[in-house]
């Protein structure tokens, strides 16, 4: 890796920012501001810093309408405002509001008035992630700790089916593997990590022991050591690919250590059993805390993907794929997520807001995106999906440009302060979410009174 000269060239400095990338959202980043940019960042890792020092090739910076020959148009706010709403409020049956994990909870709340409103389904991106994981949560219980009391006091962390070096580089530096705790003085000395996944990754390489069973052998290694842990006998030699000793000899570990934690991801969720993998690991939690003290946390992406799962779970009951058709909200898995009404082709207005389903989403929703009304609200050219747009609705970045408040994946609340200004022409998330529901309000208004 080359070296990198320090940064000298600044005017201002802000402390204690949020970082706004990956479920970490470590909170203790320096930005180094000079004429009104962010032209430095201490303490975040690679990919942290290189969101917060975007890059302005790619802001999305004005209002844009395609126009009839295909092209996107600059547009004044009013009038891309006006025809966003006309679109949500003029005729549409199945509008879908798909997005929200890179924005703030304040503008959630606008968000959930305007669906409720026009009776919209509003969906975040654990339909393509962590969707698993909430079902099992509500099958089997959600043994969950926090991150500070990770740092202080696990001796054990497992990471499950994720690759925390990779996807959240601070994560052993500053919760897990090597920070030193109120009960783990020697930091990294006091602890054991073992990574549980069939790929010998990087945090594999990190830890002291890897448990590398088969690809789809997820269920049935933690089932063996479920038996194990009841004690049961296990009849085969080999399970998943690990011969039974080694399994014995892990959950002896698990079950005498003081304090363990389980970190999942979507290795975890997204293999051949889905959510009944995650039950089973948190079966396992449950029999592990017979013996002594465990938990487990699942590896949230977007810093905010959790926000809307926790927020929308305490406002209408559901984590996400909330249906709001019937004037009151209601949940069913493979029938009222994105994907699942893509493919049957049942949305007719898409309102995406900072998501990229352009890139994430199978081919077949995405066709039918092509072939209905979608309106973007983000702060990037977020390539497939902006090409997709028939509205564009440059917003602002949370953490750096506009406050707001975003949850971490141990389900912490963290308050994301505001460093810099925005471009004059953007306009804050929670702004355009409101003022489209003040807009959509207002068309509907009027409907009801020419009736
Ligand atoms: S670990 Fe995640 S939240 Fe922390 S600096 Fe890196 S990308 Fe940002």
Same mark, same amino acid.
């Given at each position: 890796m080359a070296y990198e000269e320090p940064i000298t060239d600044?005017?201002?400095?802000?402390?204690?920012?949020?970082c706004a990338f990956c479920g970490c959202n470590c909170d203790d980043l320096t930005y180094l501001i000079k004429d009104g940019h962010v032209v430095g960042v201490r303490h975040a890792c690679r990919l942290g810093a290189s969101k917060v020092m975007e890059d302005m090739d790619q802001r999305l910076l004005v209002p844009m309408i395609r126009n009839e020959e295909g092209d996107l148009v600059e547009a004044d706010w009013d009038t891309a405002l006006d025809k966003a %709403?006309?679109?949500? %409020? @003029? @005729?549409?049956?199945? /509008?879908?509001?798909?997005? +929200?994990?890179?924005?703030? *909870?304040?503008?959630? #709340?606008?968000? *959930? #008035? &305007? @669906?409720?409103?026009?009776? %919209?389904? &509003?969906?975040?991106? %654990?339909?393509?992630?962590h969707g698993p994981s909430l079902q099992a949560v509500q099958n089997a219980g959600y043994p969950v700790n926090t991150l500070g009391e990770v740092k202080n006091r696990a001796d054990m962390i497992v990471y499950s089916g994720n690759n925390a070096m990779n996807s959240h580089p601070r994560h052993l530096g500053r919760y897990s593997a090597f920070p030193r705790g109120y009960f783990r003085k020697r930091g990294r000395f006091d602890k054991t990590i073992v990574t549980m996944d069939p790929r010998y990754t990087d945090t594999a390489k990190m830890s002291d022991i890897w448990v590398g069973f088969e690809q789809n052998g997820d269920y049935e290694f933690y089932n063996a050591m479920r038996a194990v842990l009841r004690g049961k006998k296990l009849k085969k030699d080999v399970i998943s690919g690990i011969p039974k000793e080694d399994i014995e000899e892990l959950v002896e570990a698990m079950k005498t250590t003081q304090y363990g934690s389980l970190f999942f991801g979507l290795g975890l969720t997204h293999t051949l059993s889905k959510q009944r993998n995650i039950d089973i690991a948190i079966n396992l *939690?449950?029999?592990?805390? #017979? $013996?002594? #003290? +465990?938990?487990?946390? /699942?590896?949230?992406?977007? $810093? =905010?993907? =959790? @926000? $809307? =799962?926790? $927020?929308m779970a305490f406002e209408m009951g559901f984590p996400y794929g909330v249906d709001f058709s019937r004037g009151y909200p209601r949940y069913m898995n493979g029938e009222?997520?994105?994907i699942d009404l893509l493919t049957r082709e049942e949305p007719d207005v898409f309102m995406v807001i900072a998501a990229d389903p352009g890139a994430h989403f199978p081919g077949g929703a995405n066709r039918h995106l092509a072939n209905i009304p979608v309106i973007q609200i983000d702060i990037h050219w977020g390539g497939p999906s902006t090409e997709l747009a028939d509205i564009v609705l440059p917003g602002s970045f949370i953490g750096v440009e506009a406050a707001g408040t975003s949850y971490r994946m141990d389900g912490v609340p963290i308050y994301m302060k505001k460093a810099i200004d925005k471009p004059e022409t953007c306009r804050d998330d929670e702004w355009i979410v409101r003022e489209l529901h003040e807009r959509v309000q207002k068309i509907k208004g009027s409907k009801i009174a020419s009736k």
């Open positions: 600044y005017d201002e400095i802000v402390e204690n920012c949020t %709403a006309e679109l949500i %409020a @003029g @005729g549409a049956v199945r /509008p879908v509001f798909y997005g +929200w994990s890179e924005t703030s *909870i304040e503008t959630m #709340k606008h968000g *959930i #008035k &305007l @669906g409720e409103l026009v009776g %919209a389904v &509003l969906d975040n991106q %654990a339909t393509i992630c *939690i449950q029999d592990l805390n #017979k $013996f002594t #003290k +465990w938990n487990l946390v /699942p590896m949230r992406g977007h $810093f =905010n993907v =959790n @926000g $809307f =799962n926790i $927020f009222t997520n994105t």
